[in-house]
């Protein structure tokens, strides 16, 4: 793989749009791929700007397209990016670069349709976010014969984005919950649609008394698969 050396672990570069999905990032990784060393980087506009924007524009996808290329460029074995509105963009990266560049939600919407559930609720903190992230699951399960028949509903949760950001994971289950409630006995299972929101995972599930899924630790199973075993130390960086 690209920069990859018998003497160092495989570097994965993980792209975020936001301070709040480091850390749970950090923790998925360290927990599913601990062999892999991990850096950082961060463009903390890339959420208010698609937002100001209505959602992903052509210039924000070619300053992500920057981002990877960057990635790739400083040494990355892989990369993947903790923002499930910017996963479109790579398809394109993929046309240039052969190395593994995984969603933050890929995983996730597998499971969705592995596990057959009839309907579905997806949280997220703002509307583009959660537009994109239900137009894709839809994608995603239409396209598999188990998952086909899932019905998806999107709701947003608009105190969560500011309880992630300040890390108050009392808040930020209370803003999911209360989000969720009135679908309780609509849905089989509630999917965290960002990375931000995956701490709050285990609390909203005991709340809810649903299944609740989220990215992280799925994204980081497909990374151990797609990079390898190698040893080494784990090591993180911030840039």
């Not at 309907?119 to 994608?139: F, N, T």
């Not at 998952?147 to 509903?153: A, F, K, L, P």
């Not at 299944?211 to 840039?239: H, I, K, M, N």
Request: charged letters at 20%; proline letters at 7%.
């Amino acid at each position: 793989m690209s920069g990859s050396t018998a003497d160092r672990p495989p570097t994965v570069a993980v792209i975020h749009a936001t301070p709040a999905s480091i850390g749970p990032a950090r923790t998925a990784l360290a927990e599913g791929c601990p062999e892999v060393s991990v850096w950082n980087v961060l463009d903390d506009r890339l959420v208010g700007d698609a937002e100001a924007a209505g959602g992903l524009t052509p210039a924000l996808s070619d300053r992500m397209l920057s981002l990877i290329d960057h990635a790739v460029h400083g040494g990355a074995d892989a990369v993947l990016l903790s923002c499930s509105l910017y996963g479109p963009v790579l398809e394109r990266a993929r046309r240039h670069h052969g190395l593994p560049l995984i969603s933050s939600d890929a995983e996730l919407f597998t499971e969705v349709s592995r596990r057959r559930f009839d309907r579905v609720l997806l949280l997220g903190h703002s509307v583009p976010a959660v537009r994109d992230s239900v137009d894709w699951l839809r994608r995603a399960l239409s396209a598999t014969e188990s998952g086909e028949r899932t019905e998806v509903t999107g709701q947003t949760a608009p105190e969560a984005a500011t309880a992630a950001a300040r890390g108050d994971l009392d808040a930020l289950e209370r803003s999911l919950t209360e989000a969720a409630l009135p679908y309780l006995g609509a849905v089989d299972a509630v999917i965290l649609g960002m990375f931000s929101l995956s701490p709050a995972r285990a609390g909203l599930e005991k709340a809810l008394g649903l299944p609740v899924l989220s990215a992280p630790p799925l994204a980081a199973r497909s990374l151990r698969e797609q990079v390898g075993d190698r040893p080494g130390p784990s090591r993180v960086e911030a840039w």
